[in-house]
């Protein structure tokens, strides 16, 4: 029953450190994705896949990067870590199924960079 | 980004009270998902809902569709303690691409 499955769950960074936040899904869902949640701004989505091989930029993609090399996993790199990235960050997984789309969360990396 | 409406933006209750949210859009959508967040983890899918006029119960938890597809509202009969979190509506359409509300707080007194 593990669904979204993200690590490590909290991380400190010093600025200019990078690091990469894991994701696996075990639903056979086609599209993955990865937001940041901050006080007062909800989710953002910073970039997405819809399937194997194929990525592409959400709303806040600067300063991050992923790739999707099998369905079940989506890493997500941090090149150089700023204080600006100290956030908490959602993995998901996502699909459409003739009546609609559901997205399931992983239980969160909380990042302070310090 | 492109965010919901969602109202109120926190709530104090007494136990036992019921409980209502909505969220509201400019544009018409095919789906509507209700989450609940607790401290320290992940949005957690409550209810989901496909049509428009769709009216879904999860327990305690009721959410419908609008009938105009650019409203949904989630009503908590008779809170208890453990119903303390943030709730919050996504929608979506074709492409899988979702957008959320900022969420409604609830503080549940007992």
Not at chain 1, 73 to 101: E, H, I, K, M, W
Request: glycine share 10%; charged share 15%.
């Amino acid at each position: 029953n593990a669904g979204v499955t993200q690590t490590p769950k909290f991380q400190v960074l010093k600025t200019g450190q990078s690091m990469t936040l894991q994701c696996a899904q075990d639903m056979n869902h086609e599209y993955m994705s990865w937001y940041r949640q901050d006080p007062g701004m909800g989710l953002r989505l910073i970039h997405y896949s819809v399937g194997a091989g194929i990525t592409d930029q959400g709303e806040v993609p600067n300063g991050y990067n992923v790739s999707r090399s099998t369905t079940e996993d989506f890493p997500l790199r941090l090149l150089s870590a700023a204080p600006s990235q100290t956030s908490v960050y959602f993995c998901a997984s996502s699909y459409s199924r003739g009546r609609g789309n559901t997205i399931y969360f992983g239980e969160g990396s909380w990042l302070t960079v310090v | 980004g492109q965010q919901l409406n969602q109202s109120p933006q926190s709530m104090f209750i007494q136990e036992g009270e019921d409980v209502s949210m909505n969220c509201t859009s400019s544009s018409i959508f095919n789906t509507w998902l209700w989450y609940k967040q607790e401290p320290g983890e992940g949005p957690v899918l409550l209810i989901a809902l496909y049509k428009a006029g769709e009216l879904t119960s999860n327990g305690r938890l009721t959410a419908q569709f609008g009938i105009t597809r650019k409203d949904s509202f989630l009503n908590i009969s008779a809170s208890i303690p453990s119903d303390v979190g943030i709730y919050f509506c996504a929608r979506s359409n074709t492409g899988n691409q979702f957008y959320f509300g900022t969420g409604t707080s609830l503080t549940v007194i007992p």
